[in-house]
């Protein structure tokens, strides 16, 4: 199998290096694995969904008060 690095995920996904870093951690990225400092992601792994907002969408400022 081989395997990218968390750069290469980042270009390839279009997301910062420290929020895959993050995704690695939470457990979020099938089939990733850590060595040593380092985390090692699938070339054929599916960029996760963004579960930050659980309506699925943002609205900046709309507030009902």
Known sequence: MD???ISE????????????QVLCTEGRIDGVVKFGRQWAI????DKPSDAR????????????L
Do not use: H, L, V
């Not at 995920?9 to 895959?20: C, D």
């Open 53 to 64: 907002i659980k309506t699925g969408k943002y609205i900046k400022g709309d507030t009902d």
């Open 3 to 5: 395997y990218m690095t």
């Open 42 to 45: 699938p070339e054929n792994a």
């Open 9 to 20: 995920a980042s270009e390839k996904w279009g997301i910062s290096r420290r929020r895959i």
